[in-house]
């Protein structure tokens, strides 16, 4: 038997809109294969973010992100699969529009006992976030994630966000704060979106900022340089890096930037294509007639 262990782990709990009302309407046959479907697409997309499906309740799924590999991003992952499912949903084939209701919460919890058998048997979790994930789920609107606090602090300003207020749930102590995910923020830099409240003080970098600072003297004097930096995740590359650009704020300079995500891998040029919409001014609700308009506008130099 795997042993049990505390995790901090962001919990989604996905759910057919309409299910009961869309099996009256069907052949007994065509509900089972719709929810089939479902579930095959949810696990498909989830799996991509790196979630795992912990259990299928007919029309529900419970998913975990950060049990049993643990990411940095958990969180973000998580919301962007909801976001992601949502548009997967409304592209299955059926006799009627499909839509789902997700809601996501982290928290500590405790994970890792096997409990049932066969085709049952899952890995519980014991704690109140995935009771928070399923009632956040029970007030949604259909084709909606709406996340707990919990996790909307550890988003920083990654996506816009609609306050739906604190949500008394049934079940759970105290009202819960609860938003609405609206869609992934146009930001140029995921370092800064995540540190919205501002930066700590740098400590301890010293040499290495007057490395870079000695490399920016050699650029000025016309000597072309080329810097490397990097590390282990989490040792403070991008902070060094914004240091930087905070002692050359005042001098003259061109600055581009770009940034690779770990939701994007699949997707080398990424970080030109996510730059080249910032740069046209690309908001959410362009007709793709209008983003070829500010495109040939950025490209014509006007």
Same mark, same amino acid.
Request: hydrophobic share 45%; charged share 25%.
């Given at each position: 038997?795997?042993?049990?262990? %505390?995790?901090?782990?962001?919990?989604?709990?996905?759910?057919?809109?309409?299910?009961?009302?869309?099996?009256?309407?069907?052949?007994?046959?065509?509900?089972?294969?719709?929810?089939?479907? @479902?579930?095959?697409?949810? !696990?498909?997309?989830?799996?991509?973010?790196?979630?795992?499906?912990? &259990?299928?309740?007919?029309?529900?799924?419970?998913? @975990?992100?950060? @049990?049993?590999?643990?990411?940095?991003?958990? !969180?973000? %992952?998580?919301?962007?699969?909801?976001?992601?499912?949502?548009?997967?949903?409304?592209?299955? &084939?059926?006799?009627?529009?499909?839509?789902?209701?997700?809601?996501?919460?982290?928290?500590?919890?405790?994970?890792?006992?096997?409990?049932?058998?066969?085709?049952?048997?899952? *890995?519980?979790?014991?704690?109140?976030?995935?009771?928070?994930?399923?009632?956040?789920?029970?007030?949604?609107?259909?084709?909606?994630?709406?996340?707990?606090?919990?996790? %909307?602090?550890?988003?920083?300003?990654?996506?816009?966000?609609?306050?739906?207020?604190?949500?008394?749930?049934?079940?759970?102590?105290?009202?819960?704060?609860?938003? !609405?995910?609206?869609?992934? !923020?146009?930001?140029?830099?995921?370092?800064?979106?995540?540190?919205?409240?501002?930066?700590?003080?740098?400590?301890?970098?010293?040499?290495?900022?007057?490395?870079?600072?000695?490399?920016?003297?050699?650029?000025?004097?016309?000597?072309? *340089?080329?810097?490397?930096?990097?590390?282990?995740?989490?040792?403070?590359?991008?902070?060094?890096?914004?240091?930087?650009?905070?002692?050359?704020?005042?001098?003259?300079?061109?600055?581009?930037? @770009?940034?690779?995500?770990?939701?994007?891998?699949?997707?080398?040029?990424?970080?030109?294509?996510?730059?080249?919409?910032?740069?046209?001014?690309?908001?959410?609700?362009?007709?793709?007639?209008?983003?070829?308009?500010?495109?040939?506008?950025?490209?014509?130099?006007?």
């Amino acid at each position: 038997m795997d042993r049990a262990e %505390r995790r901090q782990v962001t919990v989604m709990f996905s759910d057919l809109v309409g299910s009961t009302a869309l099996s009256a309407r069907m052949d007994p046959e065509d509900p089972r294969e719709v929810v089939s479907a @479902y579930q095959k697409c949810v !696990a498909a997309t989830v799996q991509r973010f790196g979630g795992f499906v912990a &259990k299928c309740m007919g029309d529900g799924v419970l998913v @975990y992100f950060g @049990y049993p590999q643990a990411h940095e991003d958990d !969180a973000e %992952r998580a919301v962007r699969a909801g976001l992601e499912l949502i548009e997967a949903v409304g592209g299955l &084939k059926s006799s009627a529009p499909l839509q789902t209701r997700i809601g996501i919460a982290t928290g500590l919890v405790v994970v890792g006992d096997l409990i049932g058998s066969g085709a049952a048997q899952e *890995q519980a979790v014991v704690g109140e976030t995935p009771n928070i994930a399923a009632r956040l789920q029970g007030v949604a609107e259909p084709n909606t994630v709406v996340i707990a606090e919990s996790t %909307r602090k550890l988003l920083g300003n990654l996506f816009d966000l609609q306050d739906l207020s604190a949500q008394d749930l049934k079940g759970i102590g105290s009202p819960v704060r609860a938003w !609405a995910v609206l869609r992934p !923020a146009s930001i140029e830099s995921r370092f800064e979106a995540l540190h919205a409240s501002g930066l700590t003080e740098l400590v301890g970098r010293e040499e290495e900022l007057e490395l870079l600072l000695r490399r920016w003297l050699k650029v000025k004097a016309g000597e072309g *340089q080329v810097v490397l930096l990097s590390g282990d995740a989490g040792i403070g590359k991008s902070r060094l890096t914004a240091a930087l650009l905070e002692r050359l704020a005042a001098e003259p300079h061109t600055r581009l930037r @770009y940034f690779c995500s770990p939701q994007h891998s699949d997707s080398a040029l990424h970080p030109i294509i996510s730059h080249m919409e910032r740069a046209a001014g690309f908001v959410h609700d362009d007709t793709p007639q209008a983003k070829l308009d500010k495109l040939n506008a950025v490209l014509a130099g006007r």
